[in-house]
């Protein structure tokens, strides 16, 4: 049965950094800029307890199958009516997809909003990765701004 908890201690961070190794590897198939040889050091281990950030994983037994990172993006005031959170990263390993882990950590990241009295999410993908937007869609994401990119600048 997997289990999911907000990230509170440095070795589950350190996990995490694993992870988002593997999220940022598997995004080469939509990116070539990204290096083959990137590894992620000591991203959540340095901002897993700030306090507009959130970090959780799922648990299967002991071992760390996934997890998401979201944060206040912007906070209402002079601009903005609401406040405005972001899942900047979201990943499931491989043999743990399919079975609503994704789904359960995107409900626990609304239960973190609630708490911070986030209205609005806002999340992102690449243009090619179907699987995400068919998830981000049956979760009620709607497109609402787009990302260019060039691939030169002369």
Known sequence: ????????????????DNLLTELIMSERKYDSNIKETFVVNNYYTE?????????????????????????????????????????????????YRRHGIATNLINEFYKWCDLKNIKYVEIG???????????????GFEVFSYR???????
């Open 47 to 95: 901002i897993y307890n700030k306090e507009n950030n959130v970090l959780i994983c799922s648990l299967s037994g002991d071992e760390i199958v996934g997890f998401i990172y979201g944060f206040l993006k912007e906070q209402a005031g002079e601009l903005l009516y609401e406040n405005v959170g972001l899942i900047d990263a979201l990943y499931v390993k491989d043999n």
């Open 125 to 139: 993908s690449f243009v090619d990765n179907k699987d995400a937007y068919n998830l981000y869609k049956k979760l």
């Open 148 to 154: 260019m990119r060039r691939n030169n600048c002369i």
């Open 1 to 16: 049965m997997v289990q999911y908890k907000i990230v509170d201690n440095y070795d589950d961070a350190k996990q995490c």
